[in-house]
């Protein structure tokens, strides 16, 4: 189940996570999100 939470980016680090979708969308078919982008690498990081 999803969660809509708002929280405040620092304008860098939003420039630096929309690459992330870009390279996804280039590499597969299927559109991207910033937000799945955000979960898969809160995810990975939460992790270690």
């Known amino acids: 189940m999803s ?3 708002t ?3 620092e304008d860098d680090l939003v420039k630096e996570l929309r690459k ?3 390279k996804q969308i280039r ?3 299927s559109s991207v999100s ?3 982008v955000i979960n ?3 995810k990975k ?3 270690n």
């Open 3 to 5: 969660k809509r939470v």
């Open 7 to 9: 929280i405040v980016l």
């Open 20 to 22: 992330f979708p870009a």
């Open 27 to 29: 590499d597969s078919t």
């Open 34 to 36: 910033l937000s799945k």
């Open 40 to 42: 898969e690498m809160l």
């Open 45 to 47: 990081n939460l992790k």
